[in-house]
C-alpha cells in the first residue's frame, strides 16, 4: 500500500488528541491523504485511532498490549466501513479483505522476527 507516515513527533508516547497524517495507495496505486486522531490512550495497555480523513467511511482501530508469561500479547480490532454504497461491498469482498489481512499478517510477521528470534 506503499505506507508512509507523513508527521512529525515530538513526543516519545501518543496522547489523546494526537493527529497522525500517510500517505497510502489503498487502490490501483492512486495515493490518498489518510488522517487519524488518537482518540483514548490508557498507557500502557491501549489505544484506539479514529479516521478523520482518507479511503474509508469509517475506521476506529483499537490496539490493545497484554503482559504475559511470553512478553505481550498484542491485539487489534479494526472497525470499518468503506464508502460508495454497493460497489464499496462488492471492492471489500473482491480484495479489500484480503489486503487488511495481508497488511495484519506482514506487521504480525515483522515483530515476530524483531522481538521472538
Known amino acids: 500500500m506503499r505506507f508512509t507516515v507523513l508527521s512529525k513527533c515530538d513526543s516519545e508516547t501518543i496522547f489523546e488528541g494526537m493527529i497522525i497524517d500517510y500517505r497510502v495507495a489503498p487502490v490501483l496505486g492512486i495515493l490518498l491523504r489518510w488522517q487519524t486522531k488518537i ?29 504475559n508469561q511470553n512478553g505481550v500479547l498484542m491485539k487489534d480490532r479494526v472497525d470499518y466501513e468503506l464508502p460508495f454504497g454497493i460497489f464499496g461491498k462488492i471492492a471489500h469482498w473482491a480484495f479489500v479483505k484480503r489486503r487488511l489481512e495481508s497488511i ?12 521472538n528470534r
Open 39 to 67: 482518540t483514548q490512550v490508557d498507557q500502557p495497555g491501549s489505544f484506539t485511532d479514529f479516521q478523520q480523513m482518507g479511503p474509508y467511511k469509517y475506521w476506529k482501530h483499537f490496539h490493545e498490549f497484554t503482559p
Open 104 to 115: 495484519f499478517n506482514f506487521r504480525h510477521e515483522v515483530l515476530e522476527k524483531l522481538f
